[in-house]
């Protein structure tokens, strides 16, 4: 067990916050991945049609259940609602070959305080993976962070895929942010989880609203006045 591992388990401050809409899969491998790193591990399924919340919670999670379907925004909003910790990973539902030495990767920055938010980039994980994840690293799902700067995200429960409101805070507040790798680990990607047809409509769906962020965040937010440029 690693010494920071030690640390979150002994006082409580660190949690699994893991967003998961019609994942009944992948999410409890995850979530067991997760228990070995804090035992506060929460999903939050939010009108998933499938077993999603009854997995997670057999495999340990506590489990926020959303009657509808409200977003990833809204998900990860309620799921750091739902724990005190100061200190929270985001984990999507949907990874293949996490280990808790990811997990470790991801929180030790954080939590030894020389980063503000960690975000997790795919590697040797599988070529449509890494492709994804290196074309559009600020959109990946892996994170650690301070809970209450994450919770102060403009627009967070609002967007419903919320990384690009995140980018926007971390261009606008003064937070040390910066990449980790994380080897071998992979996800499935939407044509493989929800069939070919369904995956290419789920994919636009959410390429055009995180395309239309700008105008929302035109139209609520103000400019970025310091702060480094996200890649
Ligand atoms: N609770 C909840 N989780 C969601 C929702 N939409 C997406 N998620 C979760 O957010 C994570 C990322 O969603 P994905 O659909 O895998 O998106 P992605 O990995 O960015 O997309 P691809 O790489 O294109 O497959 C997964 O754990 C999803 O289950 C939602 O409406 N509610
Ligand atoms: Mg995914």
Redesign the pocket.
């Known amino acids: 067990m690693t010494s920071s591992r030690m640390r979150a388990v002994q006082s409580g401050n660190l949690a699994v916050v893991?967003?998961?809409?019609?994942?009944q899969d992948t999410v409890s491998g995850v979530v067991r991945v997760a228990l070995e790193l804090t035992p506060d591990v929460v999903v939050?399924?939010?009108g998933s049609s499938d077993q999603t919340a009854a997995v997670a919670r057999l495999a340990g999670a506590r489990v926020v259940e959303l009657h509808c379907?409200?977003?990833?925004g809204?998900?990860i909003h309620a799921g750091l609602e739902a724990t005190a910790a100061p200190y929270v990973v985001l984990l999507?539902?949907?990874l293949v070959g996490l280990t808790l030495e990811h997990l470790t990767t991801l929180a030790q920055p954080v939590l030894r305080g020389e980063l503000d938010m960690a975000i997790g980039i795919f590697s040797e994980g599988g070529f449509m993976?890494d492709f994804?994840n290196r074309m559009t690293p600020h959109?990946s799902?892996q994170r650690a962070t301070r809970r209450e700067w994450l919770l102060s995200v403009p627009r967070l429960a609002q967007e419903?895929w919320p990384e690009p409101a995140i980018t926007y805070a971390l261009k606008n507040d003064n937070v040390r942010w910066g990449y980790v790798e994380l080897a071998k680990l992979s996800?499935v990607?939407?044509e493989e989880k929800r069939g070919f047809w369904r995956g290419v409509k789920?994919?636009t769906r959410?390429y055009l609203d995180l395309l239309t962020f700008r105008r929302r965040r035109k139209r609520d937010l103000p400019d970025p006045t310091h702060g480094h440029e996200p890649s």
């Open positions: 893991i967003p998961a809409f019609n994942e939050v399924s939010d379907n409200a977003g990833k809204a998900a999507d539902a949907d993976t994804g959109l799902g419903r996800q990607m939407k789920h994919r959410m």
